[in-house]
């Protein structure tokens, strides 16, 4: 498959078998896609591991996608257009790990057609870690989960910190996306000399279902004035 140069206009070749250099097939590319969401494509790390625009983009081309097939990706048609495969399978066919912890009992609800790669990640490269959209995990997760954002009275620090302390973002065997059960997942700052975790016949209706949250319910933070331990 072969374009014009731009300025040069020297013929390019793009593809697995050109002669022509991933920086010289991606120059071409960027002679005009440059601005917008491309803004920080050098450096990113799919720029550094020496990604070409054709893995992704077909050149000059457009995917037509019929839409009893593909709106359940909730994403409109011009999304997929130089696309050579729908989110989330195009980023699936390299994160393997991702599609792994997708297919988790727990998992983002990009199968249900809610979310897709490109919800929380710019794959042309941000000045954020991971690729994120928003500057921050908190930010990102937050534009959808509201509902957590607070202000509270009572805050909790190591949800003020980072979401991913306690969620795995993409997927996993525990309930709520948590990277190990409760009430280990407290365990991990907490320690278990106020309240033990091994069941025994006097603690057994505290740790009923062993879970923290059966009394901490607003373990994302509290605006009750006694919530100070996140009971109400």
Same mark, same amino acid.
């Given at each position: 498959?072969? =374009? ?22 991606? =120059? =071409?590319?960027l ?27 077909? +050149? ?39 599609? =792994? ?26 000045? #954020? ?21 607070g ?10 910190? #980072? ?9 996993? #065997? ?5 990277? +190990? ?46 919530g #100070?331990?996140?009971?109400?």
């Open positions: 498959m072969e =374009a014009g140069g731009g300025k040069n206009s020297i013929p390019i070749r793009f593809g697995r078998d050109s002669r022509n250099s991933i920086e010289e097939q991606n =120059a =071409a590319c002679d005009c896609h440059s601005r917008g969401n491309r803004m920080f494509w050098k450096g990113s790390p799919h720029e550094s591991r020496a990604m070409a625009c054709v893995d992704c983009h077909q +050149v000059k081309q457009e995917r037509k996608v019929a839409l009893s097939s593909d709106t359940r990706y909730n994403a409109p048609l011009s999304e997929y257009r130089g696309v050579k495969k729908p989110q989330p399978e195009l980023c699936l066919s390299c994160h393997q790990m991702r599609r =792994a912890q997708l297919q988790r009992s727990s998992h983002m609800p990009y199968r249900e057609g809610k979310v897709t790669c490109t919800s929380c990640h710019n794959p042309h490269g941000t000045p #954020n870690p991971k690729q994120l959209i928003q500057s921050t995990t908190n930010e990102n997760c937050l534009s959808c989960h509201t509902e957590r954002s202000p509270f009275l009572w805050e909790h620090p190591p949800v003020m910190e #980072n979401c991913a302390n306690c969620h795995e973002a993409h997927g996993t #065997n525990n309930p709520q996306l948590l990277k +190990v059960r409760m009430p280990r997942v407290c365990d991990t700052c907490h320690v278990t000399s106020r309240h033990p975790t091994s069941p025994t016949l006097l603690n057994s209706i505290r740790d009923f279902n062993r879970g923290c949250t059966n009394c901490h319910s607003a373990i994302h933070g509290s605006n009750h004035p006694s #100070n331990m996140f009971l109400r």
